[in-house]
């Protein structure tokens, strides 16, 4: 009887000696694997599902830990990247947001509406800088049956944003309706030359406002006749020449 306890205390100590062992053994594993993983990053993922070219809010996204050691330079890990942003393919529930999923949200005056890019080039020219929210027209010189002829192609066109400032301006992206779009395309490709023109915007309503109105000039020739002048600033005979009432 105490042989068989003897045998059964020296098992159960072997026994917690090898547990032992084998916890430290996983232990010292997952020590190993967390160093070499480098921690835990939060990357941003979706919070269920986002329609494609549409305007990212913060209630469609989420975070996500994920160990260093599979972070990605594409990975989003700065909500401040996602801001006026929208995703050009569609995303589901838990799906990672990558920067080439990405693209500026476009701030169109009408839905309806397209930019198309026009840089500098041997064809195109700027006769000024152009900067966002200016308007242009655009001339095009081109030949038609052997006769070569420059005309007014667009007017006062919306510059949508410009490439560059002072010397360093390279071009401009112009909002045209989408039936617009293909001539102004295609004269890009096929005229011979292409002048872009700064539309001088606010000098005509200058002009405008400092002429006087008709009311105003009505109301000042009133003034005048009550004053005893004529509308023309020169004073008008109430009285006939003493001389010309005595003469019968």
Do not use: C
Not at 4 to 16: M, V
Not at 103 to 130: C, G, I, W
Not at 172 to 190: F, H, M, R, W
């Amino acid at each position: 009887m105490l042989e068989s306890k003897r045998r059964a205390t020296i098992f159960l100590l072997l026994a917690f000696v090898l547990a032992a062992i084998a916890g430290y053994l996983v232990y010292d594993k997952v020590r190993t694997l967390n160093a070499e993983l480098g921690g835990m990053t939060k990357i941003y993922v979706a919070a269920g599902s986002i329609p494609s070219r549409t305007l990212i809010t913060e209630g469609q996204i989420k975070t996500m830990e994920i160990p260093n050691r599979y972070v990605l330079d594409s990975y989003i890990t700065d909500k401040k990247k996602l801001i006026n942003m929208v995703t050009v393919v569609p995303l589901e529930e838990d799906d990672i947001i990558t920067g080439n999923m990405l693209k500026p949200a476009t701030e169109l005056r009408e839905a309806n509406h397209r930019l198309v890019a026009m840089y500098r080039s041997d064809k195109v020219q700027f006769d000024q800088v152009v900067t966002t929210n200016d308007r242009v027209d655009i001339i095009i010189s081109k030949e038609e049956n052997g006769e070569k002829k420059t005309e007014l192609f667009m007017k006062d066109v919306p510059v949508a944003w410009a490439q560059g400032k002072g010397k360093g301006f390279v071009g401009v992206a112009l909002e045209v309706p989408l039936d617009d779009a293909p001539k102004l395309i295609n004269i890009q490709n096929y005229a011979d030359h292409i002048r872009v023109l700064k539309a001088n915007v606010g000098k005509e309503e200058t002009q405008i406002e400092s002429q006087p109105t008709e009311t105003e000039q009505q109301q000042t020739q009133g003034q005048e006749i009550q004053a005893g002048t004529e509308p023309n600033g020169t004073e008008q005979q109430l009285n006939e020449n003493p001389s010309q009432q005595e003469n019968p």
